[in-house]
């Protein structure tokens, strides 16, 4: 089993940054494809980005496309989301995910970590 625990979430004025890492522990994550989620109020948990086993492939919701970039470490076991350029729009829970290559299916996930931008 993995455990996923993200962190660097806070409060950040609109056109601010963060970068928030999902440390993974319990066994490697170097062959899990890795993703990030979002969830606003009210809204529906949402894809955000993943990228490949390697880091090689990457993909984005189109929301986020140019502003943010996932990045992955296998050497500290630890995936990342630099999120610059944030919108109110951004605010929400996000939780990080590992699941096999290969397959579309998510099974491990963090326990989330608030990002709220203020207008």
């Known amino acids: 089993q993995v455990q996923l625990v993200e962190s660097g979430g806070g409060l950040v004025q609109a056109g601010g940054s963060l970068r928030l890492s999902c440390a993974a522990s319990?066994?490697?994550?170097?062959?899990?494809?890795m993703g990030w989620f979002r969830r606003a109020p009210g809204k529906e948990r949402e894809f955000v980005a993943e990228?490949?086993?390697?880091?090689?492939?990457?993909f984005y919701a189109d929301s986020v496309k140019g502003r943010f970039t996932i990045s992955r470490d296998n050497a500290k076991n630890t995936l990342y989301l630099q999120m610059n350029s944030l919108k109110s729009e951004d605010t929400a829970v996000y939780f990080c995910a590992a699941g096999p290559t290969f397959e579309s299916r998510w099974t491990h996930w963090g326990q989330g970590t608030q990002v709220t931008v203020s207008s």
């Open positions: 990228i490949s086993w390697s880091g090689g492939s990457t």
């Open positions: 319990g066994r490697s994550i170097s062959s899990d494809r």
